[in-house]
C-alpha cells in the first residue's frame, strides 16, 4: 500500500513538472530547442533558460574560444536583461591540422535572465561542422505562467550541465614568459597526476595545435605552452585546466594564472648525478662508435709499456678538453636560445662528413700509404695516430668526438640533470663522464702490473697496426650511412667525392716522402689542393637537403606533437621511439627489440600505433619531447597505455621481453579496469 501511495505521488509529481520547451528548429545535422529550468516565473525573479543543442553523429559546435576554427554559439533573448552563457567544459577536437574546442552529442547553454512577462522571445545562432562546416540559427518563443516558480520537465538537463561545468581551481597557478604554466597544490604528485591540458578563455593566447609536455613532480606540475602573437606575460592566463588521475577520473576547473618565473627543474642529489655520469662515461668504451679510436692505440700502447703514465694522463686530458667544450658549446647554444642536445654536432652533415674523412685518413696512415712526417704534424688526420704525447692526447679528442652519438645508459639522466644544473655543475658533470670515458685506457696504461702482461714488440705490431687500418674504414662506411639519412643521395655523392680527395691528398704526400727536395714538394702541394678541394666539397654538404629514411614495411608512422596528442585525446594506446641515424645503440634496438614479429604481432593486437621520431637533423619538436621526459639524447622510447594512463619510460638498452612486459602488463591492467 506504502510502495502504491509513493508511486501515485510521483506520478502527481511529475505531471506537476511542465514540459517547457520550444518548438525545435531542426536540419539533417542539429536539433535546436529552448528550455527553461522552472515551470513558472514571477516578475522581477531572475530564472535560467537555455539553448539546447542535439548534434548528429559526427557534427560539434563550438565553446566560447573556438581555437584555431570556429565560431561559438550565440543566444540573445529580447527585452531582458540576460548573463553571459555559463559554458560547459568543451572537449579538444582534432579537424585536420587545426586544434579546436567544441561539443558534440548534447550540448545545453544557459543564461540567466529577469523578465517581467512570461513570454520568452529569442534568437540564437550556432555553427556545426563536420567534413564541413554549416551556419544555423532560429527564432524561439515560449510562455511561462505566472506564479511561484517549481521545476521544469528539463530541470535535469540544467542539473547535468551544472555538473559539466568547471569549478574554481582550489590550486596556484603562474605562466612565465616562455609559456610555462606552473600548477601547485600538495595533493598534486606523480601518483595522482597521469595527464593534464589547459583551455585558454581567449583564441591567440597560446598555440592550440602544440603539444603541452607535462612535467609531474611532489606538489605540483607544469605544462609547457607554445605562446602564440596574443600572450602577454604580465597579464597571465585563464582559461580551463583538466587534470586526469591514474583511475582515469577527470577534474575540470576554472585556472586564473598570474605571471612567474618558470619553476626550478627538479634534481637529484650532485653525488648521485656525478656517478651516473661516470658510469655513463665507463659505458661508452664499450659502445661500437669508440671501439675503432680505441684500437688505434692498441699498438702504442706496447711501445709506451714503459712510459704509460704519461700518455695515459695525456689521453685523460684530452678526453676531459673534448667534454668540457662540449659542455661549453652546449651551454652556449642554451644561451643564444638554441636548442641543443647530448650528440648535436652528429647533427650536421658537413660534420659527420669531415669525421668520415678524417677516420678514412687515418684508415689510410695505418694501412701504411703515408706516414706521419715534420710536414703534416699539425693537420687532423695524422693527429690521433702520433706517437708521442700529442698522439694520446688528440686521441682523446676524438674518441669523445665519435663517441657521443652512442648515448649509454645513465649517460642520458646526467646529461638531462647536467644541463638542468648551474653551469658549474654542468661542467662538473660532463667531467665525471670525461674520467669514466678515460677509465679503462688510462689504468691500463698506467699500472704496473697490466703492462708486463702485454707483449714485446716485434713484426707482429706492424701486421695488426695494418689490420686496424679496417675499424676505421668501417667507421667510415657507417658515417657515410648517416650521410644518406641526413643529406641524402647527393650527400652521398659528395662525401665520396671527398674521400676520393682525401685519398689522393694521402697518396700523394705519401708518395712524395722518400722523393728528392722537389719531388717532395710537389706532393705536399698537391696533397693540399687536394684537402682544400675537399673542403670547398664539405661547404657544399653543410647546405644539403634533409633527407629521409626509408621506412617501408616497419609500421612506423611518423612522430608529431599534434598525432600524439589526438591519441591521447582518443584515449589510444602508443609507443614512441625517438631514435637518429647516428646513433647506433637505437640502431640495434630497433632491430633485435621492435622490429621483431612477437613486438609487431603484439602492437596489431593491442591498437598500438608505434611512432617514430627521427632526430637526425635536431627536430625541436623531438628535443622538446626529450627534455619533458628527463633525456638530453637518443634513444628514448615511451609507451603510453590506453586510456590516458601513466606513461612508461622503457630502458635504453632495449630488448624484446621489455617490450613484450610493458604490453601485457597495459592489456591486463586495461582487462582489469574493463
Known amino acids: 500500500m506504502k510502495r502504491l501511495l509513493t508511486a501515485i505521488l510521483m506520478v502527481g509529481v511529475a505531471g506537476a513538472a511542465q514540459a517547457l520547451e520550444s518548438a525545435p528548429v531542426a536540419s539533417k545535422r542539429a536539433v535546436a530547442t529552448l528550455v527553461t529550468e522552472t515551470d513558472a516565473m514571477q516578475p522581477g525573479k531572475p530564472f535560467r533558460v537555455a539553448l ?5 553523429d559526427g557534427w560539434h559546435t563550438y565553446w566560447k574560444n573556438p581555437g584555431d576554427a570556429g565560431v561559438p554559439p550565440d543566444l540573445t533573448i529580447e527585452h531582458v536583461a540576460q548573463s553571459p552563457i555559463d559554458w560547459p567544459t568543451p572537449r579538444r577536437v582534432a579537424e585536420g591540422p587545426v586544434m579546436t574546442y567544441a561539443y558534440t552529442g548534447e550540448v545545453l547553454l544557459p543564461v540567466t535572465i529577469t523578465a517581467d512577462s512570461g513570454t520568452i522571445v ?56 616562455e609559456g610555462t604554466l606552473f600548477v601547485r597544490g600538495p595533493e598534486l604528485t606523480r601518483t595522482t597526476v597521469t595527464d593534464a591540458w589547459f583551455i585558454p578563455d581567449q583564441p591567440g593566447w597560446i598555440q592550440d595545435d602544440a603539444a603541452q609536455p607535462l612535467s609531474v613532480r611532489d606538489g605540483g606540475f607544469t605544462l609547457s605552452l607554445k605562446p602564440a602573437k596574443g600572450f602577454v606575460a604580465a597579464d597571465g592566463l585563464s582559461g580551463v585546466l583538466s587534470v586526469r588521475d591514474r583511475s582515469g577520473q577527470q577534474t ?12 626550478t627543474p627538479a634534481i637529484p642529489p650532485l653525488g648521485q648525478i656525478l656517478v651516473f655520469a661516470f658510469l655513463g662515461g665507463l659505458i661508452l668504451n664499450l659502445m661500437p662508435c669508440v671501439f675503432p679510436i680505441l684500437a688505434m692505440k692498441a699498438v702504442g700502447l706496447v711501445r709506451h709499456a714503459g712510459n704509460g703514465r704519461r700518455h695515459a694522463v695525456a689521453y685523460t686530458v684530452g678526453v676531459l678538453v673534448a667534454f668540457m667544450a662540449l659542455a661549453g658549446a652546449l651551454l652556449a647554444t642554451r644561451a643564444a636560445g638554441t636548442a641543443a642536445g647530448w650528440g648535436f654536432q652528429f647533427s650536421s652533415p658537413m660534420f659527420v662528413a669531415a669525421m668520415a674523412w678524417l677516420l678514412f ?11 706521419i712526417g715534420s710536414g703534416l704534424a699539425g693537420t687532423g688526420n695524422g693527429l690521433a695516430n702520433r706517437h708521442g704525447m700529442a698522439g694520446s692526447f688528440f686521441t682523446g679528442l676524438l674518441a669523445v668526438l665519435v663517441a657521443t652519438p652512442c648515448t649509454a645508459p645513465f649517460m642520458g639522466v646526467a646529461v638531462a640533470a647536467g644541463l638542468a644544473a648551474p653551469p658549474a655543475i654542468t661542467l662538473l658533470v660532463f667531467a665525471a663522464m670525461g674520467l669514466g670515458l678515460a677509465a679503462p685506457y688510462a689504468a691500463l696504461a698506467s699500472i704496473p702490473g697490466l703492462a708486463h702482461l702485454m707483449p714485446r714488440p716485434g713484426r707482429w705490431m706492424e701486421v695488426l697496426k695494418q689490420a686496424l687500418a679496417f675499424p676505421m674504414y668501417g667507421a667510415t662506411a657507417w658515417l657515410i650511412w648517416v650521410i644518406s639519412q641526413e643529406a641524402g643521395p647527393a650527400g652521398v655523392l659528395s662525401t665520396a667525392a671527398g674521400a676520393v680527395l682525401v685519398g689522393f691528398a694521402a697518396w700523394a704526400f705519401g708518395a712524395s716522402q722518400s722523393a728528392s727536395v722537389p719531388g717532395r714538394r710537389f706532393g705536399q702541394t698537391a696533397a693540399v689542393v687536394s684537402v682544400l678541394a675537399a673542403m670547398a666539397v664539405l661547404i657544399g654538404i653543410a647546405g644539403a637537403p634533409l633527407g629521409r629514411a626509408d621506412e617501408a614495411g616497419s609500421g612506423a608512422e611518423a612522430f608529431t606533437p599534434q598525432r600524439l596528442a589526438a591519441l591521447r585525446s582518443a584515449g589510444k594506446p602508443a609507443f614512441v621511439n625517438m631514435t637518429a641515424a647516428w646513433c647506433v645503440t637505437c ?15 603484439a602492437f596489431a593486437a593491442d ?20 627534455r619533458q621526459n628527463g633525456r638530453e639524447g637518443v634513444p628514448l622510447y615511451v609507451f603510453f597505455p590506453a586510456a590516458g594512463g601513466e606513461p612508461i619510460v622503457l630502458p635504453q638498452i632495449l630488448t624484446e621481453g621489455a617490450v613484450l612486459r610493458v604490453l601485457r602488463a597495459s592489456s591486463a591492467a586495461a582487462a582489469a579496469a574493463g
Not at 52 to 56: F, H, I, Q, V
Not at 123 to 149: I, M, R
Not at 363 to 368: A, R, T, V
Request: with cysteine; glycine share 10%.
Open 52 to 56: 539546447r543543442l542535439r548534434m548528429a
Open 122 to 177: 529569442a534568437h540564437a545562432q550556432w555553427l556545426v561542422c563536420k567534413d564541413v562546416c554549416v551556419p544555423e540559427d532560429g527564432e524561439f518563443s515560449l510562455n511561462l505562467p505566472v506564479g511561484t516558480p517549481g521545476l521544469s520537465a528539463q530541470a535535469g538537463l540544467f542539473a547535468a550541465h551544472d555538473r559539466a561545468v568547471p569549478r574554481t581551481s582550489p590550486w596556484t597557478a603562474t605562466v612565465s614568459p
Open 252 to 263: 575540470d576547473t576554472v585556472v586564473r594564472a598570474g605571471p612567474g618565473p618558470a619553476p
Open 361 to 371: 685518413a687515418v684508415g689510410l696512415n695505418l694501412s701504411g700509404v703515408f706516414q
Open 587 to 601: 640502431l640495434v634496438n630497433e632491430r633485435v627489440a621492435i622490429g621483431t614479429d612477437q613486438v609487431r604481432s
Open 607 to 626: 591498437g598500438v600505433t608505434y611512432l617514430k621520431g627521427d632526430w637526425t637533423r635536431q627536430d625541436p619538436a623531438i628535443t622538446a619531447f626529450l
